[in-house]
């Protein structure tokens, strides 16, 4: 009798771990839909019209907090998404796309944060590109640093309200030919003394700064904010080039007022005057909207910025320019934008200007600004004798921003 209680225990516990790794099984078993799935190999298997969407069953980790996938093919279009979602998320939809979601899309170089409509963010990929996410464990409050990178470098960064455990891996594709091999187990080391020295390295990327204190990539205002002669400003080190020809800044912290200005000055510029108030300046203001073109007084121009918006200058040079033997400038298309925006706060900033101004004989070049990627409006001005620099002006308590030199999107 003990025997046969011994053999039913025996079976009991054998349909029991079964049990258990049946349920284990359908945790963490991956979803995939119109893909064909060979060992880490994904290839698009639908018909265009339909999103093909990989979900990797294990949600990221501190022990595995970072994937990658290498692009064998971009086929009829490149539309190849990766990012993270939910396990929940519907497989007719790319990455990004849905609440909760956010990816990187190949095709476009845009961000897809929960939105049809993404931002611009990276490059767009080609053929041999790996594209790697991944997430930090620094941030509180319930939020999610979720951070992309290409070919082993970090593009950028973005901020999701999320737990690890609720973040998946997921690959998308939309069009025919699509391939890619992804590695769920990729290694992600940035090692915190070599991050240390790239941090301090883009100091060296500003010649003048008043008021205003550099870390890495940000820029933060530390004058008193008081008045309009408590200016911030940061120059760049180098003018805009033919082949370098754009800038941008994502307005991290919009402070008190966003007294926030982006654009260029000469490299003489006053250190305590906004970008654009003063002849050989032109600059975009966040707070109202406004360009100011070597006067106190600025005319509608475009949207306000506020906080997360990304501000961009670039200047659209001449075929035949050439600086050092320098490349030809890009060709653009260019959409221009304006709204009725008032603002009177330099209305008495009256220039007693002493300092040269534009040269009415020096080379005429398009001055353009950007918001989230899009072209607000664009202006033709004399280019000083020694160019064009990158100039940011801050004026109110609190202010920061993250600025890329030559990012690379433009």
């Avoid at 300046?281 to 997360?308: M, N, Q, T």
């Avoid at 008495?348 to 004989?361: L, Q, R, T």
Wanted: with cysteine; hydrophobic share 30%; aromatic share 10%.
């Amino acid at each position: 009798m003990d025997d046969i209680n011994l053999h039913y225990r025996f079976l009991n516990w054998r349909r029991r771990i079964r049990e258990i790794r049946d349920v284990r099984a359908v945790r963490y078993r991956d979803r995939w839909r119109n893909m064909f799935r060979d060992g880490d190999m994904l290839r698009y298997h639908g018909d265009s019209d339909e999103v093909g969407c990989f979900v990797s069953g294990r949600p990221l980790s501190k022990k595995r907090r970072y994937f990658e996938v290498t692009v064998n093919d971009t086929g009829v279009r490149g539309m190849i998404a990766v990012g993270l979602v939910p396990q929940s998320h519907k497989l007719d939809h790319q990455p990004g796309w849905l609440p909760n979601s956010v990816a990187f899309h190949a095709d476009d170089g845009k961000l897809y944060n929960g939105s049809t409509v993404g931002q611009q963010f990276g490059a767009k990929c080609c053929r041999g590109d790996k594209i790697g996410c991944g997430i930090s464990f620094d941030s509180d409050d319930g939020q999610i640093t979720v951070f992309f990178t290409k070919n082993g470098e970090e593009i950028g960064s973005v901020e999701i309200p999320a737990s690890p455990e609720d973040l998946y891996p997921a690959v998308g594709m939309h069009s025919l030919g699509e391939e890619v091999v992804l590695d769920l187990n990729a290694d992600w080391r940035a090692e915190e003394d070599d991050g240390q020295m790239i941090v301090d390295s883009h100091e060296e990327d500003w010649s003048r700064l008043h008021d205003v204190k550099v870390t890495g990539t940000l820029l933060e205002y530390m004058g008193k904010g008081k008045g309009i002669m408590d200016v911030g400003l940061a120059q760049a080190r180098r003018p805009l080039n033919p082949r370098f020809h754009y800038y941008e800044l994502e307005i991290t912290d919009a402070g008190e007022k966003c007294y926030i200005a982006l654009g260029l000055a000469r490299r003489d510029y006053p250190k305590d005057k906004h970008p654009g108030w003063n002849k050989g300046s032109i600059a975009y203001h966040a707070d109202d909207g406004k360009l100011f073109h070597g006067s106190g007084v600025g005319d509608p121009f475009g949207p306000r910025c506020f906080e997360g918006d990304i501000m961009g200058c670039g200047i659209m040079f001449p075929r035949d320019f050439s600086v050092d033997g320098g490349d030809d400038a890009d060709d653009f298309d260019l959409d221009v934008a304006s709204s009725e925006v008032q603002n009177n706060l330099y209305a008495n900033n009256d220039d007693e200007e002493e300092d040269e101004g534009d040269d009415p004989e020096g080379r005429r070049v398009m001055v353009f600004f950007t918001r989230n990627g899009k072209v607000v409006g664009k202006r033709e001005v004399a280019l000083p004798p020694n160019g064009f620099y990158p100039t940011i002006g801050m004026m109110s308590t609190g202010e920061k921003v993250r600025v890329e030199l030559r990012p690379l999107s433009g």
